[in-house]
């Protein structure tokens, strides 16, 4: 396969999948479950189908050039869709299918959208409501016809009829879409995907064929992927990590993605599956983590014995025997007993029994929480990257897994530090510009040809690079101590109580923090105790809960004090906010990320009283619901102090 | 409501419906009609005899007066299982499933009058009776899908909240492929999400199915944006019939409700 690759003929996508067709016309290239049972497509299929899109697109007017929204759920018709754009020369624009209405407005403009593809009427219904905010926008093509009957808008076209147009169309011009795919050129761009927007508006990130070849290439030769693997595609399809594994490793190596059949069955679709290749932020390890533990309390003493005990054995020597290191034979004895009675019907559960490689990325992962999962013997490792670098720029060796480092850097990538400590990446996996923003392109990429990450970090003395915060997040207490917030809100959201955390002290003398509770976990835990509760308002403000967290904070303070750098950071005061932190609020990115500034500035109050020493602070939110309607909690928050520790490096010196 | 659905002809005709318990009169003198794929609904204050007049239409209360036409002819008194095979299913004011069986499990029982093979065949899942199964299966599978209940699909209907168990049960009776749906105050006891979801799920039968829908509710809001006719009883007497806004207005409808000034 790979060797096919080098030759120009297959430099774009739809040359790689047409070569699949060929190649292996049987084999399923994508499955979805339908009225509870999988379909599959094969490569021919899935060739005639985006054939047929492509058509039907063109006959509608779609032309070389123009972009394509796709927005929905993983729908097997909008992964083909994204091929289909690029048959015509066109570029699909991939839109988070949660945003709401408004949100969409900037990138359908940004873009200069003509054409939408996306999975149903609530999708839409978007759509709609923005139409007079976006005369560009001149078709609207959907997926699902559910409730579209009375939507007599000449505009809208079910995909079903416009592949029917498509189909039609081939036959009378059997040489079209061949000529049009042949017209494709490696340096045009396959794809544009938008920024999250942590900082400020979303940026259109253009990559070409030839950069997410390059990434697709590097990381399938890496970890050896082959047609015979599956995916589970279940991540949004406008995050650099789906469409880097979903789409582009899946058309490169010409392996099954597998759509699963709402939100809310990922889980048993995941059983049903047994996906060999896997990726997740470290938020879905964790949730999964979470849910076993609670499971776990539940289940019989016997069980939990047997449980805590393997866990015990898998703990000391689980990842030594993953990573092929020299082991005891009693514990290669106890651990195959393990295996046999807890970890392997603990992977079966979750979905993860034909796992050969799994990835996470997007945010730092807990130690304990990626040492469970090697452990009990998934082969979870880590990788670096950004929209901007096609989300491969370091990846973790088999063999050669640390907690605290994301791998040396990949193969034809080139990564060097900066003086200020910012990570510069250099290679084929860069982006080609930002979109009609030739001023942001020039500010991001040197006149050496390097990206500017905006990470801040340094490789360690095996050359693994070790990112620790967004370089301008890097900010300094007011005794000129170092405050890197995201590496102690991170410390923070390793507890399983503690969901999300904001961490303040730039320009200050101490730092204090916010805390988002975890729902699930605290809830349990407070229906363990007999604490009544009515909701997360409630649960949030008990007494005991701020105990719970106390706790936490006070464990994630002694750890701070070991570390030289940043053991001025331990946080002195702290808050549980009344609300969850959410994207609807615009608090979180969609990637949920922390908007630092906005909540700062929204909760200036807070952070007024935590910095004042006061005991209780009001506050009242308004809160915005999926369906854009508004409402309003408040509540009486209490604030609490936690112990903090003697620099652990100081005392040692003193 | 801009609906494309073709409102047709009087399906169901109830005239001069009476029903007494011994010396109880729950009906007095009905009549109203019901027109296919309409939504009809029966407003009026506790013990107006609305579940009643439900019970009348699905045969498990025979009438002492009356006469009740459907499709033009002049049905008489029936067994609920003869209701259930002309095409009528209902929902309960109470959910009653069967709480140990899996959501699946629930909605095939919605097929059993459906089910030719005999029994025998079935316990053997044997030639026709598989083929039969996989076909009733396909149909529930359709039913899963458009009340959004795939994620429940293996689970125990007692380990379900209230407002899914009423989705389910819904579930049951379309699983029937009911011409009339009864729902008896199918939003009872739900929060406005649930009551909205469920809302725009019985749109959604009515619009889709083509379904014909006899709806009793307490909450007005719901009634009023969703029914196109609204009959209300008060004490087993009709005293209003007509669309939303009619009834709205009417005065007696306003009295039965707040009550008079003395």
Not at chain 1, 125 to 153: F, S, T, V
Not at chain 1, 166 to 185: A, C, K, S, T, V
Not at chain 2, 124 to 151: C, S
Request: hydrophobic share 40%; net charge negative.
């Amino acid at each position: 396969m790979s060797d096919n690759v080098r030759l120009p003929s297959l430099s774009t996508f739809p040359r790689l999948l047409m070569h699949h067709a060929q190649v292996r016309p049987n084999h399923p290239a994508t499955r979805e479950k339908d009225m509870g049972i999988w379909q599959t497509w094969t490569w021919s299929q899935v060739a005639e189908e985006v054939r047929a899109m492509a058509s039907g697109l063109a006959e509608l007017g779609f032309k070389r050039g123009d972009n394509l929204a796709i927005i929905g759920d993983n729908r097997p018709r909008l992964y083909w869709a994204m091929c289909a754009a690029q048959c015509l020369g066109g570029v699909p624009v991939p839109l988070y299918q949660d945003a709401v209405a408004a949100e969409m407005v900037f990138v359908l403009q940004d873009a200069g959208i003509k054409f939408a593809i996306v999975e149903d009427q609530e999708q839409v219904d978007k759509l709609l409501e923005n139409m007079a905010q976006c005369p560009g926008l001149q078709h609207i093509l959907y997926d699902d016809p559910r409730g579209m009957r009375h939507y007599n808008q000449p505009f809208l076209h079910g995909l079903d009829e416009v592949q029917e147009m498509g189909r039609i169309h081939n036959r009378n011009h059997p040489e079209f879409i061949d000529g049009e795919i042949d017209l494709g050129q490696p340096e045009d761009v396959a794809v544009m995907l938008y920024t999250s927007g942590t900082t400020g508006k979303p940026k259109g990130v253009c990559q070409t064929h030839a950069a997410f070849i390059a990434a697709a290439q590097s990381g399938c030769e890496f970890d050896k992927l082959v047609p015979g693997d599956n995916i589970l595609s279940y991540l949004p399809m406008a995050w650099v990590g789906d469409h880097l594994f979903s789409f582009a490793q899946a058309t490169y190596a010409g392996f099954t993605i597998n759509c699963p059949e709402s939100g809310d069955t990922v889980m048993t679709d995941m059983r049903e599956i047994g996906p060999s290749y896997y990726f997740a932020p470290p938020r879905v390890f964790e949730n999964l983590l979470t849910q076993v533990m609670i499971r776990m309390e539940d289940a019989s003493a016997l069980k939990r014995g047997m449980f805590h005990y393997f866990m015990g054995v898998a703990r000391r020597c689980g990842a030594e025997i993953l990573d092929g290191k020299p082991v005891s034979g009693t514990d290669r004895l106890l651990y195959a007993l393990g295996n046999l009675l807890v970890y392997g019907p603990l992977r079966n559960v979750l979905g993860m029994s034909r796992i050969r490689v799994a990835y996470t990325a997007g945010a730092a992962i807990g130690p304990d929480l990626f040492r469970f999962y090697r452990s009990i013997g998934v082969n979870l490792k880590q990788l670096y990257g950004s929209t901007e670098t096609c989300a491969a720029v370091c990846l973790q060796p088999d063999g050669q897994i640390k907690f605290d480092t994301v791998g040396p850097p990949a193969p034809g990538v080139e990564v060097k530090i900066a003086d200020n400590g910012e990570v510069m990446v250099r290679g084929a996996v860069m982006l080609k510009g930002y979109y009609k923003r030739p001023e942001d392109t020039a500010e991001a990429i040197d006149a050496l040809g390097y990206f500017h990450t905006g990470d801040a970090g340094f490789f360690d003395e095996d050359g693994h690079l070790k990112i620790i915060d967004r370089a301008k997040d890097v900010g300094k207490l007011a005794n000129g101590a170092m405050f890197a917030p995201n590496y102690i809100e991170n410390k923070l959201k390793f507890f399983s109580h503690i969901k999300e955390a904001v961490a303040f002290g730039d320009g200050k003398d101490e730092v204090c923090a916010f805390i988002n509770i975890d729902m699930g976990a605290v809830g349990n835990w407070a229906e363990r105790r007999n604490i009544a509760y009515s909701g997360y308002t409630d649960l949030a403000q008990k007494a005991e809960v701020y105990e719970l967290i106390r706790d936490c904070v006070e464990q994630a303070n002694a750890e701070l004090a070991h570390d030289a750098m940043l053991s001025a950071s331990q946080v002195h005061r702290f808050l549980i906010l009344h609300k969850e932190l959410d994207p609807d609020d615009d608090e979180l990115t969609r990637t949920r990320k922390v908007r630092r500034g906005f909540i700062a500035e929204k909760y200036a109050v807070l952070i007024e009283a935590l910095y004042s020493g006061k005991a209780s602070q009001f506050i009242e939110t308004e809160v915005k619901f999926e369906d854009g309607r508004r409402g309003r909690v408040s509540a009486d928050l209490r604030i609490v102090e936690a112990k903090t520790c003697l620099p652990q490096a100081a005392k040692k010196a003193a | 409501m801009s609906n494309g659905r073709q409102i047709g002809e009087a399906i169901l005709d109830l005239q001069n419906i009476s029903l007494r318990f011994g010396g109880v009169k729950a009906l007095t003198d009905i009549s109203f009609d019901v027109r296919e794929h309409e939504i009809r609904a029966i407003i009026g204050p506790n013990g107006a005899g609305k579940s009643s007049m439900l019970n009348v239409i699905n045969g498990v209360y025979h009438p002492q007066e009356g006469t009740i036409i459907f499709r033009g002819k002049k049905r008489h008194d029936m067994d609920t299982h003869e209701a259930a095979e002309a095409g009528f299913a209902r929902t309960f004011q109470n959910i009653a499933l069967f709480k140990g069986m899996s959501v699946l499990d629930n909605l095939m029982t919605g097929r059993n009058l459906k089910m030719k093979s005999n029994f025998l065949l079935q316990a053997l899942y044997w030639g026709p009776a598989q083929r039969e199964e996989l076909e009733h299966r396909r149909k529930v599978e359709e039913v899963i899908d458009f009340l959004e209940i795939e994620h429940i699909r293996k689970t125990p209907v007692g380990r379900l909240p209230y407002g899914l168990q009423k989705r389910v049960e819904l579930g049951r009776a379309l699983a029937a492929e009911p011409k009339v749906l009864l729902l008896d105050e199918p939003m009872a006891g739900m929060n406005v999400e649930e009551k909205q979801d469920m809302c725009r799920f019985v749109l959604d039968v009515n619009d889709h199915f083509g379904t014909t829908i006899i709806l009793i509710e307490h909450d007005m809001g719901v009634v009023m944006d969703i029914s196109d006719r609204v009959v209300v009883l008060d004490y087993g007497k009709k005293i209003a019939d007509g669309t939303p806004d009619e009834v709205r207005n009417n005065e007696d409808v306003i009295k039965a409700y707040l009550g008079v000034a003395h």
